[in-house]
């Protein structure tokens, strides 16, 4: 049914038409609507049966639903930024185990400087986890998403992270599909186990592992992921002849077929680019883009086909590793490695800096015409990280970074040390 | 498209007047799109909130730089740089006042925009009057889809009763309807028509 309605509501109303049977939670902030969507419909009874636990902290929320998936349970849980990062040791446990959680992240930025905003740093952090990383583009991919997310983790016996940019989407008002419980009961057949925790048939989940079987465990483990680099385009396929919609898939591409310039990004960004791309278009630029919906498993031979008649690769990111640059754009590297193309990297959107289309096309000219750095930031204040660096090579004691940068800032003049 | 920026104080209900108008716009079988400027939920401070609607799905994610019309709830933000960002072409500024044009002292919007764009409307009063609580939004907007005739006063008040029930919807819709009659012909002398109109005639 089409709804107008707020990005966490519709993935909440959907993760309901999942019939998850354990949801544990943190409610606190970080945190978005959706769990509390959810718990007002397990009160109500419009969900059930299922459990809902709030928790001490993040790491209890997903440790309570290791417990619960390896009981046999559908899961799902939400969080976002620092919360993910406190989930940092049950999330490498779920997926050692291989146990088919779901979860959404709506997509914030990590402290310090402390920020409530939206990037992609909290699940960039966590890329190699070992968590299945689905990225949506738009409120209806993010529902059509978990839908094909439960149906994947359940296949495939892997945990799923639904990546969701923080108040982009999840606070955003737009037009969604919301499928009927019967499409959906349809598409996504009751959990079957691979293992299960059962008193009258015990066994062991969790052992100790030594050095003569880990890596092994650790192969298979990888195995997963490649056996979803075919389930993910095949459950796409499955969920768009069911419900009439292309969502989800490794890869999608938009304009690309005689373009001379790809642009690369995840998540929500695709949409300003695909607007850019068609200004770009009007103007004479050959330039395309391609959505990457699965960063993890990462699709090295679907992206390399899709860029491999490009002339050069321009790499969107909404994260910077520090001492290296975009997590993404290498990542591209590897994909396209032993042949020769120069793939450049533009890092925007941090912390919920504002992403304008007038600045990225700008940008993208710029790459189309290979006037572009390694390293590229949108919008970047230049001259106030100049001052600031300029003071911290003659004063000593130059006080706490972000202070200074944010006095800057709003006074667009280099203030006196704040200590 | 159609752009809306919507600024106010937070309690306002600035954001929810966005929201509205994009569930309004939907009723009509617009795509539409709202979003706040996030972060700042807390009382009394400036908050801003965007609606785009159109034809087609709506992609672009960024804020509302060069809104067509601007409704502005609190009118002690007249003079608010973010406010006066971006208003080249901007058809409509609606401001909640009781003050007159020259006693509000919003000489950079009146230059910006043109005096004949500015419209004035005491919705704190109306609000105070009739819903007993200073909540301007749904007053607001029900003058701004009066003058603009982007929506019907029907498809208002079906929106309105998707996130108000009961008295408050009532009182809420009640407010509307005077605000609607206060400005009701405005549109057609004070204003041109906005573009999309102009294009899907």
Redesign the interface.
Known sequence: M?K?I?GSHAVAETIALCRPEVISCYPITPQTHIVEGLSAMVKSGKLAPCEYMTVESEFAALSALIGASAMGARTYTATSSQGLLFMAEALWNASGLGLPIVMTDGNRAIGGPIN???DHSDTMAMRDCGWIQLYAE?NQEAVDLHIQAFKLAEEISMPVMVCVDG??LT?????VDIPTQQQVDDFLPAYEPRQLLDPDDPISIGAMVGPEAYMEVRYLLHNRHLQALDVIPRISDEFENKFGRKHGGLVRTYRTQDADTIVVALG?????I??SVDDLRDAGHKIGSMSICSFRPFPLKAIRTALQHAQRVIVVEKNLAPGLGGILASNIRMALRGIAKPVTTVICGLG?R?????SMSECLVKGHQDQLEDLSFIDMNWPAIERELEREKTTRRSGPMAENLMYAVSQDVMPEPVS | MYQVRFHGRGGQGVVTAAELLSVAAFMDGKHAQAFPSFGSERMGAPVAAFCRIHDQPIRIREPVATPDALIVQDSSLVRNADLLAGLDHTQLVLVNTRLTMDELKAEHLKKQVGLQKIILLPATEIALEIVKRNVPNVIMLSAFCAITGLISFETLTKAVQTKFSGKIAEANILAAEKAWKLVEGLGASRMEKPEWEVVHA
């Open positions: 089409l107008q707020e409530i905003w939206n738009s108040f982009i606070h955003a008002y737009e037009r929500s960004v695709n949409g300003t695909q607007d919920g504002a992403i304008m289309k007038k």
